[in-house]
Nanobody
Framework: QVQLVESGGGLVQAGGSLRLSCAAS????????MGWFRQAPGREREFVAG????????YYADSVKGRFTISRDNAKNTVYLQMNSLKPEDTAVYYC?????????????????WGQGTQVTVSS
């Protein structure tokens, strides 16, 4: 069983930064691509960023490109999401997830394990 635990969320003013972390249990973390999603109240969960098993390939939703950076440390079984220039529309619960896809994965069904989420609130 894989467990994913997010941390690092909080309240920040527009223009500020936050760094989210997702710690994974298990010895096969480095075998899988990982991703971050978010869900705002009344909206569907949406893809934010993804990273392949080695960290050599990253991809982003257009809404966060240039502001967010996904990275991973396989020695620590952890994936990160550095969020800069935050906007009020970034307010959401952020989830990390493990991908089962063999290529870039941007939809929820391509991920099998999910964390509980961490709240990010950006005030204007």
């Amino acid at each position: 069983q894989v467990q994913l635990v997010e941390s690092g969320g909080g309240l920040v003013q527009a223009g500020g930064s936050l760094r989210l972390s997702c710690a994974a249990s298990g010895r096969t973390f480095s075998n899988y691509a990982m991703g971050w999603f978010r869900q705002a109240p009344g909206r569907e969960r949406e893809f934010v960023a993804g990273i392949n098993w080695s960290g050599g390939i990253t991809y982003y939703a257009d809404s966060v490109k240039g502001r967010f950076t996904i990275s991973r440390d396989n020695a620590k079984n952890t994936v990160y999401l550095q969020m800069n220039s935050l906007k009020p529309e970034d307010t959401a619960v952020y989830y990390c997830a493990r991908s089962v896809a063999l290529r870039t994965a941007v939809t929820s069904p391509e991920y099998d394990y999910w964390g509980q989420g961490t709240q990010v609130t950006v005030s204007s």
